[in-house]
């Protein structure tokens, strides 16, 4: 008999209903513009109308007199949009394969409760609500500091020695992520997006993209902070000493986040899956975030559905990693900071996404002629 995965006990995550594409793209190509001028904003309304009426199908389903067409009167929505920070430490840290030292982690969690990081700044502006979560930083905070604890321990063992964390772990971050989720949906929420904080946590990322997609490290580590040839090289050496340490370990995705992962990886990797299990959408940040997804999207296919990627960042690795996930990132500044910062400035774009679904006159309404 096939052993249930940890997160297949977990979670259920179902596809979207595409029942309603047809009059979605009706919609879409009916308002005053030519077919298909406002580009990505497109797909992206169509995906966030296919999410919510796969959301509201109770609603919908209830109105039994309603035709396809009047679905599409539903308006599409953002309702208290929410930006989740996961932020942990990393064994491998200690061995010289970051810019900074693991204490730089607690740092800049401290400054994001002071509200004075990049991710800080960015959220006020946009309209995203912040809440910092401490899967395991080198030590835990004082416990009335508002960061959530979801601590899974003091930072993850180096990979390179032993493995990064027990499955046991893996599953206790997926079970607070569901919880974490759970939260902010029966509280309103309609959209997360998941960003991290971890010094090191470039190597756990590109090691877990490594493993799960059968690369060469070289194809997937990036210079994060910022390192010079020589520290890339040892982050290669130490990455690739890993996988061959636990080879015969890495015989499924769930392992492979045991042996190779971090703990904020593990947590927004439930977190993605929690998102889709509500049917919410989630936007996913950078590099880390994005080899979360490719976890999630290992374990459930079908999570694809809510994943809206933010940006591409600069991180060597991130295009490769998003061109084998199909996805096309809504924006593209070389920016390479993690936090959530490119989630963060592709919310006004989302919003622009549901503003014209929602407001934007038809050829008729508006009395144009009709040009498609
Ligand atoms: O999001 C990205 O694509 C990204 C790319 C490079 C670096 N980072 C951030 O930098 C940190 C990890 O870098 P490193 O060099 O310590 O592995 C971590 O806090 C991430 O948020 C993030
Ligand atoms: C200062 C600093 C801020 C960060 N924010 C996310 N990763 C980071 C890494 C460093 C080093």
């Known amino acids: 008999m096939n052993q249930q995965s940890i997160a297949q006990s977990l979670f259920t995550v179902t596809a979207t209903n595409r029942q309603y594409d047809e009059a979605i793209e009706h919609k879409i190509n009916q308002k005053t513009k030519p077919l298909g001028a406002l580009g990505q904003l497109e797909s992206l309304a169509l995906q966030i109308a296919r999410v919510q009426y796969s959301r509201e199908s109770e609603w919908v389903n209830a109105q039994s007199e309603r035709t396809e ?4 009167e539903l308006p599409l929505y953002i309702n208290k949009p929410t930006m989740l920070v996961f932020a942990a430490d990393h064994g491998i840290a200690a061995h ?6 693991s204490e730089v982690t607690t740092q800049m969690v401290h400054n994001f ?21 401490d899967c395991g930083i080198l030590q835990p905070l004082a416990s009335d500091c508002g960061v959530v604890n979801q601590r899974l321990g003091a930072g993850t063992q180096a990979m390179h020695l032993q493995p990064a964390m027990l499955l046991a772990q893996v599953r206790q971050g997926f079970e607070f992520a569901k919880q974490l989720v759970k939260r902010h949906v029966d509280n309103g929420c309609s ?21 799960v997609l059968n690369l060469d490290v070289e194809l997937c580590v990036g210079r994060g902070t910022g390192i010079d040839d020589a520290t890339l090289n040892k982050k290669v050496t130490l990455i690739n000493q890993a996988i061959d340490l636990h080879r015969n370990e890495l015989t499924s995705i769930e392992s492979i986040l045991a042996h190779l992962g971090g703990f904020e990886i593990v947590q927004m990797t439930g977190a993605i899956l929690a998102a889709a299990e509500q049917k919410i959408l989630v936007v996913i940040d950078g590099f880390i975030a994005t080899a979360a997804a490719l976890v999630a999207l290992k374990l459930a296919p079908q999570s694809n559905d809510y994943l809206v990627f933010a940006h591409q960042s ?17 924006l593209s500044l070389g920016l390479r900071l993690g936090e959530g ?25 508006a009395g144009v002629n009709n040009v498609v």
């Open 314 to 330: 600069h991180e060597q690795g991130h295009q490769l990693m998003l061109q084998t996930l199909q996805a096309t990132p809504l």
């Open 96 to 101: 010289g394969v970051s810019i900074a030292p």
């Open 113 to 133: 409760i002071h509200g004075g990081a990049a991710i800080n700044v960015f959220c006020r502006q946009v309209g995203f609500t912040l809440e910092v979560i």
């Open 191 to 211: 959209m997360i997006a998941l960003g991290e904080m971890g010094i090191g946590n470039t190597s756990a990322a590109a090691a877990v993209m490594a493993a």
């Open 69 to 72: 067409s009047t679905v599409t």
């Open 341 to 365: 910062t490119g989630a963060a400035l592709a919310l006004p774009l989302i919003q622009g996404a549901v503003n014209f679904y929602n407001q934007m006159a038809s050829f008729d309404d």
